[in-house]
C-alpha cells in the first residue's frame, strides 16, 4: 500500500485519483543546460512525500540536490555540480579533485581513497609503469555513467521508483573496476536505497577501496545540531595534539559557520546492531529535521566524520569507509587492502532516510544508543587503536 497525504492508497486507488503517477512521484531524466553544469543529465525523484532528490548520470550517479518539503538536506558546495568534461583529477598536487566535490553523496574510490598517494603499480605488468600517484579520494566520482535503466515498478500494491548504471573506472595497463549501482525509493518514503558493487572486469589482480562521502548543510546543520552515532572509540582525530581544543568545536554538537575554520577530520569505532547495520544521524531539533545514513559494518567497517563549518562551505560529512584513515601504504603494509581477482567483486548497501518531526529524531536516538552510547564528551582522547581489518590478500 502507498502512503499518501495522510491516505493509504491501493494501485487502483492512486490510478483513480490521476491520470500518471507522475502528476505526484516519479523519477525522470532531464539535461542540465547552463554554467559548469551545461550538459549533465540527472534523474529527478520525487516519492510523493516532499521527499525529492537527484542522481548525476554523469557524475557516476551520486545524489546532488537532497531537499524535504522544500527544507535542503543535501550540500552545495561553491564548486558547483561540474560537468565531468571539467572534471581535474590530477591538477594540485593531488587536491584539484575538490574543484568538482558538491553534493548530498560523492562516492570515493574505487582503487584509491583519502588522500594523495603514489603507491606500486607492479600489479599491472608494465614496465613502464612502476607506480600510480593517487589524486585525493579517487578517479570514480568524475566518471559519467551507463544508464542501463530507470523507473517505477508495482509489486502488488507497492511501488519503488528505481534507476540502474555502470560507471567504469578503466584503463590500459591499468584497473578495470565496474561499480554497477541501483537507487531506489519507495512512493510514499522517506528514504533513499543505494546498492552498490565493484567488480573486476580485468584480469589484473587489483586493489580496492571504497567509501561514501554523504554531505548534509544548512538547514538540517545548524547552530545545536547533533551528532548520533554508535561510537564505540575515537580511534583518530586530524587535529588531535595541541591543536585538538582550540577551535572550541567537539565532534557532538554542531557550531554556527565561522570564519576561518580549519577542517576537523576523526575516525570512529563503531558498533554494530543485531542484525550488522551501523546507523549515524545527524538531526536539528529545532527544525525536527534530520537525515540517518545506515550501512552495514561487514561491508564498511571503519568510519570517518568530516566537520567543514567554514563560512561558505558549511557542511559536515558522513564517511563510512572500507579502510582506517590510515591510507593506502598502509593498508597495504598491514595487509588490509582488498585485492580482486578478475570476476571477484564487492557489495555495498546504504539507506539514507529522512528523519521528519521530533518522534522521528528521537526513535533514530533511541535506536543508536541501544547499540552502545557515543562519549558524552565533545573532545574523547583519540585511542590511536586502529583495529586489524581482515585480512584479505
Not at 355 to 364: E, F, K, R, V
Request: proline share 5%; glycine share 10%.
Amino acid at each position: 500500500m502507498v502512503s499518501l497525504y495522510g491516505q493509504t492508497l491501493t494501485r487502483r486507488q492512486v490510478a483513480e485519483r490521476s491520470g500518471m503517477l507522475s502528476q505526484f512521484a516519479g523519477v525522470r531524466l532531464m539535461t542540465l543546460g547552463d554554467g559548469v553544469e551545461r550538459g549533465i543529465r540527472m534523474l529527478e525523484f520525487r516519492t510523493g512525500t516532499g521527499l525529492r532528490f537527484t542522481a548525476l548520470l554523469d557524475r557516476a550517479l551520486d545524489i546532488a540536490d537532497c531537499e524535504f518539503q522544500g527544507k535542503a538536506i543535501g550540500w552545495h558546495s561553491p564548486a558547483g555540480f561540474r560537468h565531468p568534461g571539467l572534471h581535474e583529477y590530477e591538477g594540485e598536487n593531488g587536491f584539484a579533485w575538490a574543484r568538482s566535490f558538491s553534493g548530498l553523496l560523492t562516492t570515493c574510490g574505487l582503487d584509491h581513497i583519502l588522500g594523495p598517494e603514489e603507491v606500486p603499480a607492479d600489479e599491472y605488468n608494465y614496465p613502464g609503469k612502476k607506480t600510480v600517484r593517487h589524486s585525493l579520494h579517487g578517479r570514480i566520482g568524475g566518471i559519467p555513467a551507463r544508464l542501463t535503466g530507470y523507473g517505477e515498478t508495482w509489486t502488488g500494491d507497492d511501488c519503488v521508483l528505481w534507476a540502474e548504471g555502470i560507471v567504469q573506472q578503466s584503463a590500459v595497463f591499468a584497473e578495470d573496476l565496474h561499480l554497477i549501482r541501483r537507487i531506489e525509493a519507495d512512493v510514499g518514503g522517506n528514504e533513499i536505497r543505494i546498492c552498490d558493487r565493484v567488480v573486476n572486469h580485468g584480469f589484473s589482480r587489483t586493489p580496492h577501496m571504497f567509501f561514501y562521502h554523504v554531505n548534509v548543510s544548512y538547514p538540517v546543520l545548524d547552530k545545536g545540531s547533533r551528532y548520533l552515532a554508535p561510537i564505540r572509540d575515537v580511534v583518530w582525530a586530524g587535529h588531535a595534539g595541541d591543536a585538538y581544543e582550540v577551535q572550541k568545536v567537539g565532534y557532538r554538537t554542531i557550531p554556527a559557520p565561522q570564519m576561518n575554520f580549519r577542517e576537523q577530520v576523526w575516525q570512529h569505532e563503531m558498533a554494530a546492531a543485531a542484525d550488522g547495520t551501523v546507523p549515524v544521524a545527524i538531526v536539528n531539533d529545532k527544525l525536527g529535521l534530520g537525515l540517518e545514513v545506515v550501512t552495514r559494518k561487514d561491508q564498511l567497517p571503519c568510519a570517518y566524520q568530516w566537520e567543514n563549518f567554514q563560512a561558505g562551505q558549511y557542511a559536515l560529512g558522513i564517511e563510512p569507509s572500507t579502510h582506517h584513515v590510515l591510507g593506502d601504504l598502509a593498508a597495504r603494509e598491514r595487509g588490509e587492502m582488498i585485492w580482486l581477482e578478475h570476476g571477484e567483486e564487492r557489495a555495498y548497501d546504504a539507506t539514507l532516510r529522512v528523519l521528519s518531526g521530533a518522534g522521528d529524531i528521537a526513535d533514530a536516538e533511541k535506536r543508536i544508543a541501544s547499540i552502545v552510547r557515543q562519549p558524552d564528551t565533545d573532545f574523547p582522547l583519540p585511542s590511536g587503536n586502529f583495529v586489524p581489518l581482515e585480512r584479505r590478500t
